[in-house]
């Protein structure tokens, strides 16, 4: 199980969506792994035999909503919406759907295992995996080593240490504290992530579609994962009709 969630966590979400993003667009890629936390949800449920209130599915459900807006807000913008590659897509959607794997076994295997373990694992299968294609791609041509600039090794220093080993750890941190179907809910956050990173960094704007679906994100969360106290607040207003 450890090799499992290995490969599916740093080897083939990583993979399928590297050569996915290339022939894709980024919105098309949001817009798909907006559907990962609805799978996790329905495996959550009937692999882990987790419980989920109606409140939960609603939650989610305003979740997915929100994420939809923001990944398509070019439509709401500009009228037109962006075409990606099929091949891309069904790359980025394998990607996905990898993730949510990883989040199922990651949540059976915290029960015996640290989250240190379960994450220098998912590290381990991944250079296992992807030495063989960096060994390739550097006998192909030695010499992109010499282009890499100041800002490209900055880049993979984040990559290596913030992107990777805290995120990854941080993670199986959280999926051991709480459930794995609250560990697919904050996927959502990435489409709003991302774009607040991209305002300083790429000159993006802030637009009234991501402020209406970055609002209906956080709605969606907060009911998944307070349901139980919306739920009591919802029982206290009828109570009083």
Known sequence: MLILAGFTGS??????????????????SQAIFSAGPVVN?????????????????????LGFFGAVVITTRTFFETGHLSQGNLFGD??????????????????????????????????FIGAIAFSPLALFEYVSDTSWVNTISQVGV?????????????AFL???????????????????LQPIATTVFAVPILGEKITAPFILGTT??????????????VR???????SRF
């Open 90 to 123: 069904l790359l980025i959607l394998i990607s996905s759907l990898s993730w949510v794997v990883y989040i199922i076994i990651s949540k059976r295997l915290s029960k015996n295992y640290a989250p240190q373990t379960i994450t220098l694992y998912s590290f």
């Open 41 to 61: 949800a329905i495996l959550a449920h009937f692999v882990l035999k987790e419980r989920i209130s109606l409140i939960q599915a609603c939650g989610v459900a």
């Open 232 to 238: 009591n607040h919802v029982r206290r207003r009828l």
């Open 154 to 166: 900055y880049g993979i220093i984040y990559q290596g240490i913030f992107a990777s080993v805290i």
């Open 170 to 188: 941080a993670y199986q941190i959280g999926i051991k504290l709480t459930s794995a179907f609250m560990a697919g809910v904050v996927l959502y």
């Open 216 to 229: 209906l994100i956080i709605l969606g969360s907060i009911v998944a994962s307070q349901h139980e106290f």
């Open 11 to 28: 080897t083939l979400n990583v993979a399928f969506f590297i050569f996915g993003i290339q022939y894709t667009n980024t919105m098309d």
